[in-house]
């Protein structure tokens, strides 16, 4: 289930089953993202620049955002080369704009950076949720 957190500039969509647990928006962050806490994003833990471009870290789309004042926009693509790469026992990293086709035939534009599960746990095919770790993958 979605979750949104506003500071009134920009609001912070969070997809938790998308999330690959990769810690990096708390890690350097941890007065806005704090997993020990609930709610675990508090908007007003720094500026909005510095939320965004932590946001914009996050390797599964998990987290993404929206100015408030174009709540009525579609999301941007990204101009970018699409480059796909294997993470040590981890997803499969593909960074540009892409189009994913799940096995039901249903289609979703992606952007910036999509990780996709390489080990076979996820359950949230075809996306990784973080189940490599508790399996030890190796790959």
Not at 60 to 83: H, M, Q, Y
Request: a negative charge; glycine letters at 8%; proline letters at 5%.
């Amino acid at each position: 289930m979605e979750k949104q957190y506003t500071n009134g500039e920009i609001t912070i969509v969070w997809k938790p089953d998308a999330c690959i647990h990769s810690t990096l928006c708390w890690r350097g962050m941890i007065d806005v993202f704090n997993p020990k806490k609930r709610p675990w994003i508090d908007m007003e833990g720094a500026d909005t620049e510095a939320v965004i471009a932590q946001v914009e870290k996050c390797p599964s789309g998990a987290l993404s955002f929206f100015r408030n004042s174009d709540a009525d926009a579609k999301p941007e693509a990204i101009d970018v080369e699409t480059i796909i790469e294997a993470t040590s026992n981890g997803p499969l990293m593909v960074y540009g704009n892409i189009k994913v086709k799940d096995s039901e035939g249903n289609e979703t534009m992606k952007h910036k950076v999509t990780a996709f599960c390489r080990c076979g746990a996820s359950g949230n095919k075809p996306y990784c949720d973080g189940s490599h770790r508790k399996i030890d993958f190796k790959g």
